[in-house]
């Protein structure tokens, strides 16, 4: 079903040709089948409408696939936006949207959760890994928390944490005649990959995340730290941010660009 309020807002995005990109929110159990498979292809179904009725009105507006479907809670009815599933239809979404040749944004930063503890940290990992290797093009949530609801700064400076993690996941392993070759050379001298030039060339090139957060030192040395977690360090980094951050003065002219933006702006689109 499409509420008159929503076809005319369709439409007038249309019109001024925006760029379009509807976003569905089934819950699987409640406002979709409880099946993952079944629920998609209603989400599915959801989206198209939407899409037909857009580019009826502009033919070639540019649109942006995107999905939100989420499973209830058995014992509560609530929406669960942590679980795995969320990942797997995250992922189902982003392969949908791809055959049709559009360019797909999901949810995956994401979790139940209302705290940053090993829950927040698994539900969040899995949802935005599993539709990142899926190819998405876009994957929000960053900085969410209890299904969206609320947000935490230091949820962001974690988020920024996996982010790189997933980036590194999505790239795979290189292969080439260099990945090969050295293993020949240096057995061929010192038998220490640690003097090779090599190791310092692939250590800056990414092929090992180092990660700012995350405890990869001794029991001692943690211990000499007070036992700090990833989540303090997020707090006190979040903190440091919002304390010291300046953010630099646009130049004249990017300003004078923006002003223009604006104005033209203003003369091509009205408010609904």
Known sequence: MYPSHICRAIIRIAQKGIAFGPLPCPTAGTTAPFSIFSAVTQQNAEILGSLVLAELVNPGLPII???RLAMMEPRTGMSVWGGVELGIAS???????HYYGFPVNVYGFS???HTLDC???FERGLNALLPALAGADEISGIGEMEAGVMGSYSQMVIDNE???SIIRARNGIRTDPETINIITKAMAGAHNFLAEKHTMEWLHSGEVSNSRLAERGSWDS????YGEGMSKKAQKEAEKILRDHAVPPLEDKQEQELDLLLKTAEKEITVI
């Open 222 to 225: 943690w211990k000499d730290k």
């Open 119 to 121: 829950q927040n940290g």
């Open 111 to 113: 979790t139940n959760a």
């Open 162 to 164: 996996f982010i790189k």
């Open 65 to 67: 696939y995107c999905g």
């Open 91 to 97: 992922a189902a979404t982003v392969e949908i949207g």
